[in-house]
């Protein structure tokens, strides 16, 4: 019996300790986490519930949802590992007993250190019993007991892989809850070539995946080159667990034209012509380490309908001011995009730009026009538009700040009466 009792009271190596104090550094300072993603696996806790706990915060960090208490606790109860008598109160308890994450390295050391310890058992007793039930030749078992060892020194073995069918339905299912979150209305998947340009076996894949997405999501499929998609897949692979971030900077428009005025009576004209329209924003978006930055382009051609009352002359100026509307089309546009990963810049690439609907506006504005004749002008019209809503998803400051300032220039022609 004692003997026995000895035996029982045995327990395979680990440090609850150090569990508790990553799990609490964790839950305490969401930005260790990506560390400490980086060295353990779920395999690598001892106690049960200290794994089930560590493999809710590797899901969710894994969807970049946002990780603490409450929400580690809601994700718990969804898949099925909560419990209503001991969850909360022990998550409460992870965070009280660790005051830092400082250490969380150190704690991790210890973890992964148990965790070898036991993987060396495992293998230990499982090449004891093949000695013993002489389970092949000493060349076999050597060989066996050799892939064993190295299994443990890579940290994974073949039999821990997980099946791709394990991993799609949830997949699946986080990708359904996105669309709906941020309305999504389309999809782009990746679309590889070959070198000579032909179609490859990837890009039949990536054809039965659209399919596939199209049949559950009811949305449209497109097929991008992959280079785009590439950049884009490791932004947020690298940015998993960071803050996000979006800056977009629109320059004040700038408007030339030509227009052609005809006069009503001595200080009231009716006037229409053709406008350009240069719209440029800066663009920046993902975190410091990992982020693109560029430049959007977009080029308006558009014509307008003002009514232009002169207040005053004096010499060659006419001081006047002007109502009316515009109707603009987008007639091209480009976005230079620089990629950097973990601060290196890694892909800069180009895009062009497309919107289709009409863009209409009301304007107002005061302008002073130099008269080269009697018949010909240069104007400058400092003015304020309001630009109606048009439905494109194209950010522009049209769409940001529908109400702004502008500046108009360009040459007028004026007939009718003086």
Wanted: charged residues 25%; contains cysteine.
């Amino acid at each position: 019996m004692p003997a026995d009792n000895e035996l029982l009271s045995r327990q395979m190596p680990h440090s609850l300790e150090a569990e508790q104090a990553a799990l609490g550094s964790m839950l305490i300072d969401a930005d260790c986490i990506k560390d400490v993603m980086d060295k353990l696996q779920p395999e690598d806790f001892y106690v049960q519930q200290n794994r089930e706990i560590f493999e809710t915060i590797y899901t969710m960090f894994s969807y970049s949802k946002p990780i603490d208490g409450v929400t580690v606790a809601e994700e718990m109860q969804k898949n099925g590992t909560y419990n209503e008598q001991t969850t909360r109160s022990y998550l409460v308890q992870l965070m009280e007993i660790t005051p830092t994450s400082a250490n969380v390295m150190e704690y991790v050391k210890i973890i992964r250190d148990k965790s070898l310890l036991r993987a060396l058992a495992k293998a230990a007793g499982e090449i004891t019993a093949m000695v013993q039930e002489g389970l092949g030749e000493a060349r076999d078992i050597l060989e066996a007991s050799e892939q064993k060892v190295y299994a443990i020194r890579r940290g994974r073995s073949a039999q821990e892989l997980v099946p791709i069918s394990q991993l799609i339905v949830p997949f699946l299912d986080r990708l359904g809850e996105l669309i709906e979150e941020h309305a999504v209305t389309e999809i782009v998947l990746g679309h590889p070539k070959n070198m000579d340009g032909t179609l490859g076996e990837r890009s039949e894949k990536a054809r039965a995946l659209a399919d596939i997405l199209r049949e559950r999501f009811g949305l449209p499929v497109k097929l991008w080159d992959e280079r785009r998609t590439t950049i884009d897949a490791h932004q947020i692979l690298f940015n998993q667990g960071k803050d996000m971030e979006r800056e977009i900077k629109h320059h004040l428009p700038v408007r030339t034209g030509l227009a052609f005025s005809y006069r009503v009576n001595e200080r009231l004209s009716l006037e229409s012509g053709m406008t350009y329209t240069n719209l440029t924003s800066d663009i920046r978006y993902g975190s410091d380490e990992h982020y693109f930055s560029g430049k959007q382009m977009l080029h308006y051609v558009g014509i307008p309908l003002n009514l232009r009352y002169k207040l005053l002359s004096w010499k060659r100026l006419d001081l006047y001011a002007s109502a009316g509307v515009l109707g603009e089309k987008c007639v091209s546009g480009k976005i230079e995009r620089d990629y950097v990963l973990d601060n290196h810049s890694a892909e800069t690439e180009k895009e062009d730009v497309r919107e289709k609907p009409l863009q209409w506006s009301v304007n107002a504005s005061a302008g002073l026009q130099l008269n080269v004749s009697s018949a010909i002008g240069l104007y400058a019209e400092p003015g304020v538009s309001y630009y109606i809503d048009n439905g494109s998803s194209v950010e522009n400051i049209y769409k940001d700040k529908p109400c702004n300032f502008n500046l108009n220039v360009g040459v007028r022609f004026t007939f009718g009466k003086k």
